[in-house]
């Protein structure tokens, strides 16, 4: 596929993002410039900007476009801000995030994925921005909490209590919640030390959280 071709079918995914409802400018700036192309496998590059979530390694997925975009929306992010994101993936979503001025610490379980993710953020990004780590994100990221935001982009059977104690106050935490198959989205606000406001939002499907906090895996 030329440049050409990426470079139209990208203003076109911006296009149906906004039809389906995304309003933040900054959200559709980034999805205007990060390459989604290059975070997926050969074969479903041609894909890559259709509002569909595909296939990546290790039986995972790139998450469909418009999921992306609306879990960034609802963590309002504004640059300068550092968020922490719990199943980096292919990288996409660290990639959007750190498009819009943001520190990004990210967390992979699968030792593949976390390597290739980190190869083509630091090819994309070549600062600072964005740190990658392998391992077990139910339990956070300590050593740089508070975050201004944590987005969880694998469905919990609970909310990990590790990730609430690492929210900033203000923060918005982003975490699919319910069953292995299907989950509910759930946007949590930190009001302050002890008290945060859960509000159930809609429908979704995410690969399982597996982890100390989450589904026991293998
Ligand atoms: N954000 C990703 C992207 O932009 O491509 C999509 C991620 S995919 C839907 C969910 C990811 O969460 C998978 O790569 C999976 O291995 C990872 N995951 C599941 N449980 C995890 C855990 N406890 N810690 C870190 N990553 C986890």
Known sequence: MSRHFYTEARSGLVQILRERGITNEAVLQAFGSVPREQFVSDPFKQRAYEDIALPIDKHQTISQPY?????????????????LEIGTGSGYQAAILAEMGVTVYTIERHFELYNAARSILKELFQGTSIQCRFGDGTIGWSEYAPYDGIIVTAGAPEIPDALLKQLSIGGHLIIPVGSEKSQVMHCVVREDENNYADYPLEDVSFVPLIGKQGWSGI
């Open 67 to 83: 999921t992306v975009a609306r879990m960034t929306e609802l963590l309002e992010v504004k640059p300068g801000h550092s968020i």
